[in-house]
């Protein structure tokens, strides 16, 4: 039998990338075009493909009876972060404005609204889905309130039905970070294809699908996409490839705005291109695995990961149990104990109410937020990646139980 001390660390994440994605990135070596051009062209036209195909659905109205609603738009990014900045930014979203989100999540769901000058509001999550509570959502309104910008955590879709008729009723924006959240759905639709004003997801290395780092920020909010697009590159009229491809002199073009640098490179995109035909197998895989967790964890005091409502699909970009009080073993130590056996784990998240900048800006104390602190002192994630064999399966498994009756 195996110790498993004499087996490799098993590291918590691994991106999966295949012989397609690096014959790609050579291709576009080779083709002269490296920065933002046909490829990242046809990764954001292959995205649209993907969530307008994958779940065909009735254009939602326009939310005021104003002006038409335009196709899905894929504005590709060189990270989530900045495309949250974009979106934002191009709400209007500046000082004198309040952002509501969860605490329960990563900080650039947060930072992006201090970038620009507006103050988030922290509020706490659903106990039994670890998403972003609705009601606490109302409760935080103030007059000052502009937007709303929940997380799909884990990759479980928040309650989007609920928070988007809250939205509708305070006339606030709705941008969802769905960084975990590709491909997931809520109530039949996919997660980017919703009536929210935009929709941001990640390819930083560990999510769900990766370019290494990167991002795509989803809407059909036409104003938002032309002003997104200008903001990407410096606030520039038109892009570098516009002006390649042009058949009249190309030189000029005009600034309209003090732009950001957030493009994403043909590089990054021959990497999503392959990625993106695969989310669907990668998350077949991991959904699998978590099943096989689930069955393997029943008998042991560890709650379970929230499950997606029936017929919802979830691409479990993270597995993450609670101990319960029971255990007989604190989460740190549970933790060390698995690093002992060669697993590595991670914690997400530090809840943004507990970090100093957050802390202190806002004067937050854990007991605003009990529900995010109860399941943040008892969480932690165990792998769960597509690369992961049967065996790593069976080793996680093995070690929770052997760290759990240890
Ligand atoms: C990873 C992540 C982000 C940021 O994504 P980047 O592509 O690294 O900028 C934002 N929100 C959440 C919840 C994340 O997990």
């Known amino acids: ?42 990764f954001e036209s292959d995205f649209v493909a993907f969530l307008e195909g994958d779940a065909p659905s009735p254009r939602p109205s326009p939310p005021d009876g104003g002006e038409g609603v335009a196709g899905l738009e894929a504005i590709a990014v060189n990270s989530a972060t900045a495309g949250l900045h974009l979106a934002l930014e191009a709400l209007g979203i500046g000082p004198g404005d309040e952002v509501i989100t969860t605490t329960h999540t990563f900080t650039a769901t947060a930072e992006v609204v201090r970038y620009l000058g507006a103050d988030v509001v922290l509020v706490d999550i659903d106990p039994a889905t670890l998403n972003i509570d609705p009601k606490a959502v109302e409760a935080a309104i103030t007059p000052r309130t502009r937007c709303v910008v929940p997380v799909h955590y884990a990759g479980l879709a928040a309650d989007m039905q609920a928070i988007l008729a809250i939205a509708r009723r ?10 975990h959240a590709l491909p997931t759905t809520h109530r039949g639709q996919l997660v980017g294809t919703l009536a929210s004003d935009a929709t941001v997801f990640s390819f930083y290395a560990n999510k769900t699908i990766t370019t290494g780092e990167g991002g795509m920020l989803v809407t059909r909010d036409a104003a938002l996409a032309k002003r997104a697009r200008v903001m990407r590159l410096h606030g520039m009229s038109r892009d570098a490839f516009d002006r390649f491809t042009a058949t009249t002199p190309s030189w000029y073009y005009e600034i309209v705005a003090p732009g950001f640098k957030y493009n994403l490179t043909d590089i990054a995109a021959a990497l999503g291109i392959h990625q993106l035909k695969k989310a ?23 709650r379970m990961p929230p499950l997606p409502l029936a017929g919802d699909r979830h691409p479990w970009h993270l597995y993450v149990v609670r101990l319960a009080d029971d255990a007989g073993i604190e989460r740190d130590r549970f933790i060390e104990r698995l690093f002992a056996l060669g697993i590595g784990c991670s914690v997400h998240y530090i809840p943004l109410h507990l970090h100093p900048y957050w802390r202190e800006r806002y004067g937050l104390r854990p007991e605003q937020f009990p529900h995010s602190q109860h399941a943040y002192e008892r969480m932690l994630s165990l792998p769960l990646y597509s690369k992961m064999s049967d065996a790593d399966v069976e080793r996680v498994i093995a070690a929770v139980r052997q760290a759990l009756g240890g």
């Open 280 to 302: 669907r197998a990668f998350a077949e895989r991991r959904a699998a695995i978590a099943a096989r967790f689930d069955a393997a964890f029943a008998d042991l005091p560890l």
């Open 170 to 179: 305070h006339g606030l924006k709705v941008v969802e970070d769905a960084a």
């Open 1 to 42: 039998m195996n110790r498993p001390s004499e087996l490799p660390f098993l590291p918590f994440a691994l991106p999966e990338i295949g012989e397609e994605e690096i014959a790609e990135v050579v291709d576009t070596l080779r083709s002269g075009w490296v920065t933002t051009g046909p490829k990242a062209r046809r």
